[in-house]
């Protein structure tokens, strides 16, 4: 059974702070790591997604990915209103995709 | 990306009916997916269909309940059948696209039965 993990939150930060979300997973073959955002009510965006050991990063998004720890995080630098929202973790070991329950992120302005 | 549209976007149903919901995609896709989100949770992968082929379903689901088509490389539709209250979710198509195996959302639609 693969698994993904994350912390539900919320995590709550101020605007303009660095938020820093977490995930683990469980399979070892897993090749490809997805970073998706939920708004209420609406469907899951791709925000980033990383494949290999390291960071990578877009904008104000960084991806970190460790396959010796089974942990993939995302950062999000000066962080805004506009960020509050579900984040979700996805995995993809053979072609499907499995998700964490994902992480409420709260940013006050 | 994609552009992804799903019908309809909500409904409300009777417990026992049925409800066919339609994806459609603005280019040519091998591979779409369709989930559920249940109130307040992640989501779960109902099936993976390809055309020209049986739908691949996930454990738990099976054919009956969710029959699934596929006549092109641009369009599915899921079934939920009988449905019940507990069938109350949001169910959404994704595709894959580009070199890797990147999944793209369509908006959803959110069914809720009586």
């Known amino acids: 059974q693969k698994e993904v993990e994350q912390n539900s939150g919320p995590l709550s930060v101020p605007e303009g702070a660095i938020a820093s979300l977490n995930c683990t997973y469980s399979?070892?073959?897993?090749?490809?790591f997805f970073w998706y955002r939920q708004y209420s009510g609406k469907s899951p965006e791709l925000i980033m997604s990383?494949?290999?050991?390291g960071d990578k990063e877009d904008g104000r998004f960084t991806a970190q990915l460790n396959k010796a720890s089974q942990y993939v995080s995302l950062l999000i630098r000066d962080s805004q209103p506009s960020d509050s929202a579900t984040y979700l973790c996805a995995v993809n070991g053979y072609s499907t995709l499995t998700f964490g329950k994902g992480t409420m992120l709260l940013v006050s302005p | 990306s994609a552009v992804i549209s799903q019908k309809p976007s909500r409904d409300i149903c009777q417990r026992g009916t049925s409800l066919t919901i339609q994806c459609q995609v603005d280019?040519?896709?091998?591979?779409m997916f369709w989930y559920r989100q249940q109130p307040g949770q992640s989501l779960t992968l109902i099936a993976t269909?390809?055309?020209?082929?049986?739908?691949?379903?996930e454990s738990g689901f099976v054919i009956d309940k969710f029959p699934i088509s596929r006549p092109n490389l641009t369009f599915s539709t899921l079934t939920v059948s009988n449905m019940s209250p507990e069938d109350s979710s949001i169910y959404l198509c994704?595709?894959?696209?580009?070199?890797?195996?990147?999944?793209?959302f369509g908006p959803g639609t959110r069914l809720t039965v009586l």
């Open positions: 399979d070892r073959g897993s090749q490809s």
């Open positions: 994704s595709v894959e696209r580009g070199e890797t195996d990147t999944q793209y």
């Open positions: 269909a390809n055309q020209g082929s049986e739908a691949t379903y």
């Open positions: 990383i494949y290999s050991n």
């Open positions: 280019s040519q896709v091998t591979m």
